[in-house]
């Protein structure tokens, strides 16, 4: 079971920046899907970015970003401490969420389009999320 730790969320004004990071523990990352999701009050959980974790050179390569996200978001990796950071610039009032870190055995193109629904995965962890605010 792999055990994850998010924290960094804050509340901050539309144009600002945070950084969120995830500490991963338990089970190796090896072949989950690593990423950031995010809800907000009454909408679904949706993927925001992902780390797909490649089986050839067993390491996390391709980046993934949901539209609305792209080009302002940052998904990084620190492999020594096993913790996962999403830069967030240029936020905005819609960026406002409980963001979720997540292991999912899934394909990031699959999990940064559309809804996300925990349990439907064959292998799942999330984090116990922190808040984003935005506004003014």
């Known amino acids: 079971q792999v055990h994850l730790a998010e924290s960094g969320g804050d509340s901050v004004h539309p144009g600002g920046s945070l950084r969120l990071s995830c500490v991963a523990s338990?089970?190796?990352?090896?072949?989950?899907?690593i990423g950031w999701f995010r809800q907000a009050p009454g909408k679904e959980r949706e993927g925001v970015s992902c780390?797909?974790?490649?089986?050839?050179?067993?390491?996390?390569?391709?980046?993934y970003y949901s539209d609305s996200v792209k080009g302002r978001f940052s998904i990084s990796r620190d492999n020594a401490k096993d913790t996962i950071f999403l830069q967030m610039n240029s936020l905005k009032p819609e960026d406002t969420a409980v963001y979720y870190c997540?292991?999912?055995?899934?394909?990031?193109?699959?999990?940064?389009?559309?809804?996300?629904?925990?349990?439907?995965?064959?292998?799942?962890?999330w984090g116990q999320g922190t808040q984003v605010t935005v506004s003014s």
């Open positions: 338990g089970v190796p990352l090896e072949y989950y899907a």
């Open positions: 780390l797909a974790f490649n089986p050839h050179t067993r390491d996390y390569g391709s980046t």
């Open positions: 997540a292991a999912i055995r899934a394909p990031c193109g699959v999990l940064t389009t559309g809804r996300v629904v925990p349990g439907e995965y064959e292998r799942e962890s």
